[in-house]
């Protein structure tokens, strides 16, 4: 079993090799200029071998490699599944995508990327702002998603709300307790992962 995260916990990716804190799924991942980086890992993840509490707090930078987009990671899923088929439709976890189906919406869906009632913001090409513009690709991009009351998802991305998913039925316990990073086919680096434990719910 994956050790218990019980204090902050950082990663610079300042080295050759990923290494054993992390499961990979695809050799799609690797470290390239003290960032993890992917493309074409089609919806593989790297998970931090790390269990997640309840609460908890999740920043990283990330960077897209094109104007495609597609940022994405996962949160309180189990630590080793990835997609079966074409469609991400059986994830574990949480999902943030940020300019995802070729920069045309940020998503936070719940196990099924595709679910119709995903909170999803559909993105202007014409906007400046964050929550509603299109990725920029080469940009540096700062993410913090947490979970502080047991139940609702909150995600920034430069300081700035991005949605939120109050759960009725919270992944929690056994099989949702791990964070990762994930990727369809866009080139996406991502750097700096801190998480911190937060109080309340167990």
């Known amino acids: 079993m994956d050790p218990a995260l019980s204090a902050p916990y950082a990663d610079d990716f300042e080295r050759a090799e990923l290494g054993s804190a992390w499961y990979v799924r695809s050799p799609a991942w690797k470290i390239e200029g003290g960032r993890l980086c992917v493309s074409g ?13 309840v609460n908890a707090r999740v920043e990283f930078e990330a960077t897209a490699g094109s104007e495609v987009g597609d940022v994405k990671a996962e949160y309180w899923g189990d630590g080793r599944a990835g997609a079966t088929g074409v469609s991400y439709t059986n994830a574990t976890s949480y999902l943030t995508i940020f300019g995802g189906w070729k920069n045309s919406f940020h998503v936070l869906a719940r196990l099924d990327e595709h679910a119709k009632d995903r909170p999803e913001i559909r993105l202007d090409p014409d906007s400046d702002e964050v929550r509603s513009a299109p990725v920029k690709p080469d940009r540096l991009y700062r993410f913090k998603v947490e979970r502080t009351d047991g139940k609702t998802v909150r995600w920034w991305v430069d300081d700035i709300e991005i949605l939120a998913y109050p759960d009725r039925e919270p992944l929690v316990g056994a099989g949702h307790e791990h964070f990762g990073f994930n990727n369809w086919q866009a080139p996406v680096c991502f750097d700096n992962l801190r998480v911190t434990p937060l109080g309340g719910a167990r």
Do not use: D, K, T
Not at 41 to 53: C, E, G, K, T, Y
């Open 41 to 53: 890992a089609r919806n593989q993840p790297a998970w931090l071998r790390r269990r997640l509490p």
